[in-house]
């Protein structure tokens, strides 16, 4: 059975929800004060055995590109789609992601995000309600509504499909840099509130 931690306690029960139950339930961290998440896939081994999203040879090749941009993990939330690692891990299936998508949906409803950065087709596809191949979305601000309110999405590859090749690190990073503008453009204009994160990231 699995464990529910959102945030300082925000919630906390047992998960019977679908079929994954069997595993150790992996909620999101991070600083959601900042109100940017980033949102993967589905937890694999590492990240079950940590109890944290994205630490594994993904996580470690996710940290490097935000740091070679001049961006902190430590400012951002990270969560995935589905909260409980697929057996050998596969991708979660539509069942799974339907049951687990109330706890997102919670997630995102709590956070507020100014922005949403998808990694990998199944987060970004999730997300935005479609099927459209990344290739056509990748490193695109777009709009999507999730239950009435509208939310900018900044689609990328997952690490994941970079440690496979699909693309080089130097082509991924790009994508990273190009994050960094549309994270300092959003705190300039429509959070200005964090003046001191636009000091920290984006006067570099
Ligand atoms: S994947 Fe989501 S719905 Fe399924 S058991 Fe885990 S927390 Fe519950």
């Given amino acids: ?18 079929p ?12 959601y004060k900042n109100k940017i ?6 937890p694999g081994v590492n990240e079950e055995k940590f109890g944290k999203p994205f630490v594994g ?14 961006l902190n993990r430590e400012l951002f939330y990270v969560t995935n789609i589905v909260k409980c690692r697929p057996p050998n891990n596969r991708q979660p299936n539509d069942e799974e992601k339907l049951c ?10 709590k956070i507020a995000p100014k922005l949403i950065v998808t990694l990998g087709s199944t987060a970004t596809n ?15 601000l777009v709009k999507t509504k999730i239950d009435l309110y509208s939310y900018l999405v900044f689609p990328m590859y997952h690490p994941s499909y970079v440690l496979r090749s699909g693309i080089t690190r130097d ?32 006067k570099k």
């Fill in 100 to 109: 687990c998508r109330s706890f997102l949906r919670l997630e995102i409803t």
């Fill in 20 to 31: 994954l139950e069997e595993n150790k339930i992996v909620w999101g961290q991070g600083n």
């Fill in 57 to 70: 040879r993904s996580g470690n090749l996710l940290n490097i590109m935000l740091e070679k941009a001049g």
């Fill in 1 to 18: 059975m699995s464990k529910l931690e959102f945030p300082s306690s925000y919630i906390k029960f047992n998960c019977t929800g679908c």
């Fill in 126 to 140: 999730a997300i935005l309600f479609n099927r459209r191949s990344m290739k056509l979305i990748v490193g695109k």
């Fill in 37 to 42: 998440m980033f949102i993967g896939e589905a």
């Fill in 171 to 202: 082509d991924y990073l790009i994508f990273f840099l190009k994050l960094k503008r549309v994270i300092c453009k959003i705190y300039l204009t429509q959070y200005k509130r964090l003046r001191w994160l636009v000091n920290e990231i984006c």
